[in-house]
Nanobody, 119 residues
């Protein structure tokens, strides 16, 4: 069973930085993509950024220019560097990974890590 292990969430003041990281506990198959979503109270889960293998990163308009997604393929790890954080970035951030398994892509989710930005 693949589990995604996240770390790096916490409380930060507006304007500050925070970095999230995520790696699978084991790999079955190969990684098709990795990324981050977030969900604020009362809102639906939304895309933050994705990094497909061999492709270009994709960002939500609300985080462009402030967040950077990157991957360390040797460690099967994805990072989300968040700069110039705003109170509206407060949410539970979820790591996601799509693994190529048995001829299809299977999506996995992490347990979520809380990011709170104080004004």
């Amino acid at each position: 069973q693949v589990q995604l292990v996240e770390s790096g969430g916490g409380l930060v003041q507006a304007g500050g930085p925070l970095r999230l990281s995520c790696a699978p506990s084991t790999i079955i198959g190969s990684i098709n993509y990795m990324g981050w979503y977030r969900q604020a109270p009362g809102n639906q889960r939304e895309l933050v950024a994705t990094a497909p293998s061999g492709g270009r990163a994709n960002y939500a308009d609300s985080v462009k220019g402030r967040f950077t997604i990157s991957r360390d393929n040797a460690k099967n790890t994805v990072y989300l560097q968040m700069n110039s954080l705003k109170p509206e970035d407060t949410a539970v951030y979820y790591c996601t990974a799509g693994l190529n398994q048995y001829g299809m892509v299977t999506r996995y989710w992490g347990q979520g890590t809380q990011v709170t930005v104080s004004s």
